[in-house]
């Protein structure tokens, strides 16, 4: 299942594919059923979980694109399921956190570039040419449209959406949906909630949640702290309102 034109430095499972023209380097370990495509370069340290799809041309575990680099050991871990599609380019992490991380279930697609030291959750899509700086941190189920450049250190909550084209500079709060320029809170991601599984009493909480955060006379920050003071809320209240008043870049409203 491996290719005779490609180069494998590292020990391999017996169920994994190996396309014409790719190259497995010698800190590479591999779950089962992985499937690397033509002319993809995966360095190491990396490990990759099983039933991974790594597509044609796609470069993995490469050193940071970071000046501060001096070649320390460092590492790219991605989770099982994992799909990266054709020229994506995803860094290993600095010394500063060690690793770069991506979850299980995730779609990256073309072009995507996922720079040192990013975390990103489980079941995130990345829609095509997404460029993440370092140290940018995904949470589970986010969904970001195409062609989007996501500045370094911002984190993008849970269930959170980014329409396609705009510019990420600042935190973007979970479940909802973000667009415009500069970047604002659009609406509730309820479609995307929705196709998540959230729906009855929890969905229209969030409603209720966005609708006074976001929509409502005084400061988000002011009503976050309101929230937090209020021990009876439920877990998303104290989650979203948490989210906000410990953003380091300032919070997307």
Do not use: W
């Not at 994992?82 to 994506?88: G, L, M, P, S």
């Not at 991506?102 to 040192?116: F, K, P, R």
């Not at 449209?145 to 996501?150: M, T």
């Amino acid at each position: 299942m491996i290719h005779p034109t490609a180069v494998v430095e590292s020990k391999l499972p017996g169920d994994v594919t190996v396309g014409p023209y790719a190259v497995i380097g010698p800190e590479v370990r591999m779950g089962s059923g992985v499937v690397v495509g033509a002319h993809a370069f995966v360095r190491g340290p990396c490990t990759l979980g099983n039933d991974v799809r790594i597509g044609p041309s796609a470069v993995v575990g490469t050193d940071p694109q970071d000046l501060k680099y001096e070649g320390e050991r460092t590492e790219l871990v991605i989770g099982d399921r994992t799909v990266i599609r054709e020229f994506a380019n995803i860094n290993r992490g600095t010394v500063e956190s060690g690793r770069t991380v991506v979850g299980s279930d995730c779609l990256v697609m073309a072009y995507v570039h996922i720079a040192h030291d990013c975390v990103i959750g489980d079941r995130v899509i990345l829609a095509n040419a997404v460029n993440m700086a370092g140290h940018v941190v995904i949470e589970d189920d986010v969904t970001i449209g195409g062609v989007v450049p996501v500045h370094q250190f911002v984190r993008i909550g849970k269930y959170a959406m980014v329409g396609g084209g705009f510019r990420v500079n600042r935190d973007v709060p979970p479940f909802v949906l973000v667009a415009g320029n500069p970047l604002a809170v659009i609406s509730l991601n309820s479609v995307g909630l929705r196709r998540k599984g959230i729906s009855g009493e929890r969905l229209e909480n969030l409603r209720r949640l966005y609708r006074y955060l976001f929509r409502s006379d005084g400061t988000v920050t002011d009503k976050a702290r309101r929230i937090l003071e209020d021990d009876s809320r439920p877990e998303d209240d104290g989650y979203l309102a948490d989210f906000i008043l410990n953003s380091s870049r300032g919070v997307v409203t």
